[in-house]
RNA sequence: GCCCCCAUCGUUCAGCGGCCUAGGACACUGCCCUUUCACGGCAGGAACACGGGUUCGAAUCCCGUUGGGGGUGCCA
């Protein structure tokens, strides 16, 4: 496989941002064996570029951007883009100078995309598009086409914003005395609720806004697959070399896809559960915060099942050694609406006082009173110890605890139900 | 404006002329399990955009309408 960095633009090639690719393929397990950048290239887009000149396939423009569109604008509706106008005028190379390619005005051009079929353009509306800036940087559609030959490019898979543009570069093979060429593949697009395009800008489109909320590589991959194209058996959840398996660029979907974060959580969360225990405690360690990682780990059990996503571990423990939370009105009086509560809590305080620091005794403890005032005493003892209405189980972390901070917790809750 | 594309439950995928009184998953609702919340189990509501064809038969093929998206850069 070869990763190839498309940088002919400098300014959307900034360092960070080509980072990013390198982490957001390794993260998602996609690895390569050679790595070229345009920007190391350019000279052989110019020479290139240079024999369309001297065949006649490409010549040079001196129009300004603003008069292009001015003469768009003229024409009136229908046409947009250039006109042509400098095909004859024998330009000279100069400033603010660039080359532009000769588009055929009759006939078509056309492929068989794997997904879509056959897609066909009228070569009348392709306008004479610019191969090399002024600047005399090559642009993309000119390295493109030179690559995808000179790399040999079997396949080439991409967004279907693309298809448009796809007939100039395979034009630019042409001149480029290529007679095929590879598997074309446009894919539907993934938008927001809006059913748009998803964008940088609006949009969570990178790795690291999901690794940062705890999102597995493996449940993201899966959630991906789902998107587009489904296994014909209806298992949506399964190890990847099954999908590898069954998968067939053809089968994938035209329409556009919706990018659904509940299900992902939902995959996410299927994954977690998966997870050998002492696996899933090392992904969770780094989104701990203050919590004694050796504290979670004995908790992690019961944390497992419980979270959708990674970031969501720490409040199911950070009171245990931390301050408890300040529970909602809500959760307050559903906990404590039975009349009974106030003197169930003030017997458990009593007992807790005295008993033996078990989970198994501090669970006898508040059963017991439960018992034996026929009032359930389990949630009101959550709220008055987490300051949550519901988290894991309660004995447990309990016992973790200092006698003194369990008791004075239930006289604070006791103090406040007066 | 012009070009290209798309159209099955709220979302997503299955369906590629009869197996469909349309199936799975997520979400939602109810029940079971449980002295919290989850997990797990069970049950339920919920869709072939519309109109014409073709055919013995259409969610599946064709045409149109409507609706949506993408492109229209000296971005990729």
């Not at 198994?360 to 018992?371: H, N, Q, R």
Request: glycine share 6%.
């Amino acid at each position: 496989m070869v990763l190839r960095i498309e940088d002919t633009d400098a300014d959307r090639s900034r360092p960070e941002l080509i980072q990013a690719i390198y982490d957001s393929l390794t993260w998602l397990g996609i690895d390569w064996d050679e790595e070229y950048r345009q920007s190391d290239r350019f000279d052989q887009y110019i020479a290139a570029a240079k024999t369309f000149l001297d065949d006649g396939k490409a010549y040079y423009c001196d129009c300004t951007q603003d008069a292009v569109k001015e003469r768009a604008e003229a024409r009136g509706a229908g046409a947009s883009g250039y006109d042509s106008f400098c095909r004859d005028r024998d330009v000279a190379p100069g400033e603010g100078v660039v080359i532009r390619f000769l588009t055929p005005d009759t006939g078509t051009t056309s492929w068989e995309d794997a997904i879509r079929g056959t897609v066909e353009f009228e070569n009348a509306l392709l306008e004479d598009f610019i191969i090399v800036r002024s600047s005399g940087v090559p642009m993309f559609h000119l390295a493109n086409a030179y690559d995808d030959l000179d790399m040999n490019i079997t396949h080439v898979v991409r967004g279907e914003d693309l298809v448009n543009t796809t007939p100039r570069v395979l034009l630019l093979r042409e001149a480029l005395g290529s007679t095929e060429h590879p598997m074309y593949a446009h894919l539907p697009l993934i938008v927001n609720e809006k059913r748009q395009k998803l964008s940088k800008r609006r949009d969570d489109v990178s790795v690291g806004d999901y690794t940062a909320r705890g999102y597995l590589p493996d449940a993201m991959r899966n959630y991906l697959l789902t998107l587009g194209w489904g296994p014909k058996d209806e298992i949506e959840i399964r190890p990847i070399q099954e999908f590898v398996d069954a998968f067939e660029l053809s089968d994938i979907n035209k329409s556009p896809a919706f990018f659904d974060i509940k299900k992902l959580d939902a995959f996410n969360g299927d994954y977690i559960r998966a997870l050998p225990i002492d696996e899933f405690v090392a992904q969770a360690i780094p989104y701990l915060g203050d919590v004694d990682p050796a504290l979670f780990a004995r908790m992690a059990v019961f944390v497992q099942d419980r979270v959708k996503r990674l970031d969501e571990v720490a409040p199911f423990v950070d009171w245990i050694h931390g301050p408890p939370a300040e529970p909602t009105d809500k959760e307050w009086k559903k906990a404590m609406r039975n009349e009974k509560t106030s003197a169930a809590l003030t017997l458990i305080a009593e007992r807790l006082a005295t008993c033996e620091w078990t989970p198994e005794a501090l669970e006898a403890v508040v059963f017991g009173v439960g018992g034996e005032l026929d009032v359930k005493t389990q949630l009101p003892a959550r709220v008055a110890v987490t300051g949550r209405g519901s988290g894991i189980p309660l004995f447990e972390p309990m016992a973790e605890m200092d006698r003194s901070v369990v008791i004075e917790r239930i006289n604070a809750a006791l103090a406040k139900l007066a």
